[in-house]
């Protein structure tokens, strides 16, 4: 099996249809033609929920490679299958600005608040007191102008 397939190694991808390899070792589109049409894996399987459009490469027939980059799936556009756009939606919404605030700023400030509150109702006396010399005075009061 191959492990940690880059873009630079193809070991494990082909160019897709209507694609073919330039001098550069990526697969480009030939002139004149348009690339495959990916919406037809909703059509053949009506359970799918996305595709992803083409991005010039396929994985190999049969191939064992795990891991590394997906080239069919790399730097590509995921897209909802006709009909199924609220479960993608549902599948794919990330957190609103909302809880990225409650996470990112209220959180740690909640924490912090507790941790200082905590340490200055139960911290009095564990150290000892800082004692600056009492009523002789200190050493530098005879240095006073």
Request: hydrophobic residues 35%.
């Amino acid at each position: 099996m191959h492990k940690g397939i880059t873009s630079a190694n193809h070991d494990c991808f082909i160019s897709d249809y209507n694609f073919e390899p330039a001098k550069d070792g990526s697969c480009k589109l030939v002139s004149g033609l348009s690339p495959p049409d990916h919406s037809l894996a909703c059509k053949d399987d009506p359970k799918r929920m996305s595709y992803f459009l083409p991005t010039g490469y396929r994985r190999v027939p049969l191939s064992t490679c795990e891991g590394g980059n997906e080239l069919e799936k790399y730097e590509s556009k995921e897209v909802p299958c006709s009909g199924h756009e609220p479960e993608f939606e549902e599948a794919h919404r990330g957190l609103g600005g909302f809880a990225i605030f409650i996470l990112a700023v209220m959180l740690p400030v909640g924490v912090a608040s507790a941790v200082g509150w905590w340490v200055w109702r139960n911290w009095d006396g564990k150290v000892g007191s800082i004692r600056l010399g009492g009523e002789q005075g200190s050493a530098f009061d005879a240095d006073r102008p």
